[in-house]
T-cell receptor, first 114, second 109 residues
Framework: ETGVTQTPRHLVMGMTNKKSLKCEQH?????MYWYKQSAKKPLELMFV???????ENNSVPSRFSPECPNSSHLFLHLHTLQPEDSALYLC?????????????FGPGTRLTVL | GQNIDQPTEMTATEGAIVQINCTYQ??????LFWYQQHAGEAPTFLSY??LDGLEEKGRFSSFLSRSKGYSYLLLKELQMKDSASYLC??????????WGAGTKLIIKP
């Protein structure tokens, strides 16, 4: 496989469930990102990892918990979510954090919280 | 605050030309990106401008004026497959990407 992959592509969960989103990049990049995309709103940067170290956490509620076990994998653990958390969650990677490098995106996980 | 403005939706005809505008107000500037996103798919990179002027890449061109805080994406010879959302993003002084909400482009036969 090439590029950035995300699983699952679709997820429906109740407010009391615990689930995890997975992202994997096959590009040899050192930076990985989680974004939230809601309809008609700008992409919201949630977390940034550089060389497996979390370098940004943009005031995201604690019910979202990221994990980066190595430079190729990124997880987003979800628990006790709210209906307003329903959105498309996108993972991206770039060669380094910051700079002017292009970010490469995965296809996203469409999350619905009931 | 930092802000990126672009039209919510535009409609154009197959074979025609369309220009999608983006204005920005950011703390610093380290380049402007355009991405294309088809419904249900990942955003994909289209262009990057850091100097003033026009960058041409096939049917797509992107223009930047840093003094005006303005960019546009020009799509020529429109095809049905160009129906998508087009996202404008600016890299600020901290090299963080500030995103617009995207312009949904509808192409009609």
């Amino acid at each position: 496989e090439t590029g950035v992959t995300q699983t699952p592509r679709h997820l429906v969960m109740g407010m009391t469930n615990k689930k995890s989103l997975k992202c994997e990049q096959h590009l040899g990049h050192n930076a990985m990102y989680w974004y939230k995309q809601s309809a008609k709103k700008p992409l919201e940067l949630m977390f940034v990892y550089s060389l497996e170290e979390r370098v940004e956490n943009n005031s995201v509620p604690s019910r979202f918990s990221p994990e980066c076990p190595n430079s190729s994998h990124l997880f987003l653990h979800l628990h006790t979510l709210q209906p307003e958390d329903s959105a498309l969650y996108l993972c991206a990677s770039s060669p380094v954090r910051g700079g002017t490098d292009t970010q490469y995106f995965g296809p996203g996980t469409r999350l619905t919280v009931l | 605050g930092q802000n990126i403005d672009q039209p919510t939706e535009m409609t154009a005809t197959e074979g025609a030309i369309v220009q999608i505008n983006c204005t920005y107000q950011t703390s610093g500037f380290n380049g402007l990106f355009w991405y294309q996103q088809h419904a249900g798919e990942a955003p994909t990179f289209l262009s990057y401008n850091v100097l003033d002027g026009l960058e041409e890449k096939g049917r797509f061109s992107s223009f930047l004026s840093r003094s005006k805080g303005y960019s546009y994406l020009l799509l020529k010879e429109l095809q049905m497959k160009d129906s998508a959302s087009y996202l404008c993003a600016v890299s600020d002084s901290n090299y963080q990407l500030i995103w617009g909400a995207g312009t949904k482009l509808i192409i009609k036969p």
